[in-house]
């Protein structure tokens, strides 16, 4: 009867150890505006692209990644609903929905 208490608690403390270190990974990253720190979702991200505003992918353990304007071409390819999302600056990165993920081709490969 004891070791079926020990081995419960043990089971339980994995479980928590794992989905701790899961957590982070499962909000997902962000696209945040670094040149308007103040932006609160009154625009898009795309229409905010147009005005020559630059983005920033933040990961969920907090690695930035600035993207150039020929990585945010190519993501408009992959993914074009990142971009239709609203757009918030560094600010208010909380408030920042998660980006879209990529789009399920149906056919298999």
Do not use: H, W
């Not at 600035?66 to 600056?89: C, D, Q, W």
């Amino acid at each position: 009867m004891r070791s079926k208490v020990v081995v419960g608690l043990l089971m339980v403390v994995v479980a928590v150890f794992f989905l701790s270190s899961v957590a982070p990974a499962a909000q997902g990253a962000k696209l945040l505006c670094v040149s308007k720190k103040e932006l609160k979702g009154e625009d898009t991200v795309a229409s905010c692209l147009a005005k020559g505003e630059r983005f920033a992918v933040i990961d969920p353990y907090g690695m930035v990644r600035i993207l150039s304007p020929e990585e945010v071409e190519l993501t408009k390819a992959f993914n074009p609903k990142a971009f239709e999302t609203r757009a918030f600056g560094m600010k208010y990165q909380k408030e920042a929905p998660a980006l879209a993920p990529l789009p399920v081709s149906k056919e298999a490969p």
